[in-house]
DNA sequence: ATCGTTGCAAACGTTTTGCATAAGG
DNA sequence: CCTTATGCAAAACGTTTGCAACGAT
């Protein structure tokens, strides 16, 4: 579920920073700025990474700690950072999966069944064939989701790598 | 949950029927053809419609009377039938959804937020830009999953009207 | 006779809830 | 002070499991 470094697609200028971000949002809507929250987008936006609730919660301080954020909170917390535009969320293997949306580029997924990696990408031509599918459909597109499942290059690689070694013996 | 038949995109022809292809998968696999598994296809395929393990359920008969067919055992033989290529299945709002795929063509979806409908969309261009994608990042293809969301034509119609009443109050 | 399958009950993993207490405005 | 937010415990949700009894081959 990690983000593969070299397929990062750079970020966009964006005039708030996300903490600013979601101060606002949270005033907008008579929502309180508090220390979870506040420590939250911190640890969110410190670095960009693909994640699900679980593994947020065991980066951040256990109970007892400070800064100690309890499970519903975290949960509560990032279904407001979705609301707010921090972040976008889909599913994947029964779980929600999260990823920066604030100041980062629309883009979908490959998804390597054997290594769990998320590989991003982006074209504009899928762009272009939704937005005529919906037009034909008179549909009026929020967002789309597309996930590519199949193996990635180093998975395939080590495969044939050990279908040698196995020759071998 | 429902099919738009409208939107319907035919069917491909095929040489076996569903219940012919899966016995022959079971054999194949040294798996028995039990009536649970054979009661289920046939009402899995007698009509076309996207369904998930609850509303199958909902639909079967009731524990005590004839063809009862346990829950596990719903849960059991679905995922059964996609490993046999009979039903395809992704997740929506955190519970697994099934159509057939057996004797059906490729599509994608349009989710609407409002009444929860899948209307089904072919486009050739679509799978010329996943590949093209894979082809990139040496991503070997099993599948995809393309959903987009939004409003369809009849939910928009509908709130726009309900505005339009609102305005004359 | 064997071994895969079923139904039951109980567990599972993830996410959500009700409620008393705490703390932001 | 008045709410909204939090943490806790427990529930809810969809799904899966262990196991004894059953049934297909």
Same mark, same amino acid.
């Given at each position: 579920m990690e983000v593969d470094e070299q397929e990062s697609l750079g970020s966009v200028p964006v005039a708030l920073s996300p903490l600013e971000r979601f101060e606002e949002y949270l005033q907008s809507r008579g929502q309180r700025n508090t220390e979870q929250r506040r420590y939250l987008v911190e640890r969110v936006f410190s670095h960009h990474e693909h994640f699900d609730a679980d593994q947020l919660m065991e980066q951040l301080p256990r109970k007892? &700690?400070?800064n100690y954020v309890s499970r519903p909170t975290v949960y509560r917390t990032l279904k407001e950072f979705v609301d707010a535009g921090l972040l976008r969320s889909f599913e994947l293997n029964g779980r929600a999966v999260y990823e920066h949306d604030y100041g980062y580029p629309q883009h979908d997924h490959l998804y @390597?069944?054997? @290594? &769990?990696k998320l590989i991003e990408f982006r074209t504009e031509a899928l762009t272009e064939i939704i937005a005529s599918i919906a037009q034909l459909h008179k549909f009026r597109i929020r967002g789309h989701r597309l996930t590519v499942d199949g193996v990635c290059d180093a998975c395939s690689k080590q495969r044939s790598r050990e279908r040698r070694r196995q020759d071998r013996v």
């Amino acid at each position: 579920m990690e983000v593969d470094e070299q397929e990062s697609l750079g970020s966009v200028p964006v005039a708030l920073s996300p903490l600013e971000r979601f101060e606002e949002y949270l005033q907008s809507r008579g929502q309180r700025n508090t220390e979870q929250r506040r420590y939250l987008v911190e640890r969110v936006f410190s670095h960009h990474e693909h994640f699900d609730a679980d593994q947020l919660m065991e980066q951040l301080p256990r109970k007892g &700690h400070p800064n100690y954020v309890s499970r519903p909170t975290v949960y509560r917390t990032l279904k407001e950072f979705v609301d707010a535009g921090l972040l976008r969320s889909f599913e994947l293997n029964g779980r929600a999966v999260y990823e920066h949306d604030y100041g980062y580029p629309q883009h979908d997924h490959l998804y @390597c069944e054997k @290594c &769990h990696k998320l590989i991003e990408f982006r074209t504009e031509a899928l762009t272009e064939i939704i937005a005529s599918i919906a037009q034909l459909h008179k549909f009026r597109i929020r967002g789309h989701r597309l996930t590519v499942d199949g193996v990635c290059d180093a998975c395939s690689k080590q495969r044939s790598r050990e279908r040698r070694r196995q020759d071998r013996v």
